[in-house]
């Protein structure tokens, strides 16, 4: 039987649009939970996310931010949140725990952590000194927080000895120090920048370049990452590779791109309220993120044994280092 070639065209626009339709699925839902997404530790999450990389790689990634990397983590525990963007410490603390969760994507290299203390705490001249004092940190139990008992464990200062209070991760971390709430400050930027540039801080300890981390940590130490539970990457292998494969395209594309490249492809939110300290914070910080997000052993084998060193529970668990990460888009390995 003979097609009209009007019934022809039809047929085929038919055959196109099915086929059009069908390869463009509905995007795969994500709940991401992040503590503190405004922080230099997380921007290429945020880069990931305002590039499209995210949508590109066929996910509705929905991000929430929470005040620090230990609410992230409950949201995971709890089941709100099926991927967390958060520290690698706390899958070494959570398996150490018997909780599987495992990294697969790193994000930052350093921790780009720094202490600092209140321009007028002349006294201080060692993490010792901090003992009676009130320090703040994003939230208790956060990377911070672990930060901040490693330094007081290596200067033989009981945790104890030492006040917390959790003051955000963002513009109530600078109202705090400026307020006189604190002593000292453990904290990333823009947050010290921030407050470094106004004269209200003096940075004292400082890993947001290789040497600083290396002075603390005695070499890489795998920083913010994302992460998931055991049961979810078992399950959802397609999701954690387009996630992984989303994340390290924004990171490559960092590594290459122009500090005014970064701040024209984030939020103005992010950098509106001082421009100039933003920039400055942004230089200083590049050297901090992977260029491909690959985990490796030696990275994940220093945060294993340096919380091993004051976490009797991480000591007492026998982690083995190859069950806290995995890499879906390359071989395992440095």
């Not at 370049?209 to 603390?216: F, L, M, N, R, S």
């Amino acid at each position: 039987m003979r097609i009209p070639s009007g019934a022809l065209l039809w047929v085929l626009l038919a055959c196109l649009l099915g086929v059009g339709g069908a390869a463009r699925a509905a995007p795969i839902e994500v709940r991401l939970a992040v503590g503190g997404k405004g922080l230099f530790y997380y921007l290429p999450l945020t880069v990931a996310e305002s590039r499209g990389y995210f949508t590109e790689a066929g996910l509705a990634v929905e991000i929430a931010d929470f005040p620090g990397g230990a609410k992230a983590l409950q949201a995971l525990v709890g089941g709100s949140a099926d991927v967390v963007a958060g520290s690698f410490e706390h899958v070494v603390n959570m398996r150490a725990r018997g909780q599987a969760l495992r990294a697969f994507s790193l994000i930052a290299r350093y921790p780009a952590i720094v202490l600092a203390v209140r321009a007028d705490f002349n006294a201080y001249q060692t993490p010792a000194d901090l003992a009676g004092r009130v320090v703040g940190l994003t939230a208790p139990g956060s990377s911070t927080h672990l930060f901040l008992n490693k330094l007081l464990a290596d200067a033989g200062v009981p945790s104890s000895t030492v006040s917390v209070l959790g003051v955000g991760a963002g513009a109530s971390a600078v109202a705090a120090m400026r307020r006189g709430e604190i002593d000292a400050l453990v904290h990333l930027d823009p947050v010290i920048e921030e407050l470094d540039a106004a004269g209200a801080i003096r940075v004292v300890i400082d890993t947001r370049t290789e040497a600083g981390a290396a002075q603390i940590y005695g070499g890489p130490y795998h920083a913010a990452c994302l992460y998931t539970t055991d049961t979810y990457l078992q399950q959802n292998p397609d999701i954690i590779r387009r996630l992984a494969e989303a994340q390290a395209r924004a990171l490559r594309w960092m590594a290459e791109a122009s500090n005014e490249d970064i701040m024209a492809a984030i939020p103005p939110e992010l950098w509106q309220r001082n421009r100039a300290a933003y920039a400055r914070a942004l230089a200083k910080n590049r050297a901090i993120w992977s260029t491909d997000g690959q985990l490796g052993q030696s990275g994940a084998r220093n945060v294993l044994e340096t919380l091993a060193r004051f976490e009797p529970f991480v000591a007492d668990a026998n982690v083995d280092v190859n069950a806290l990460m995995v890499n879906p888009t390359a071989a395992e390995g440095d």
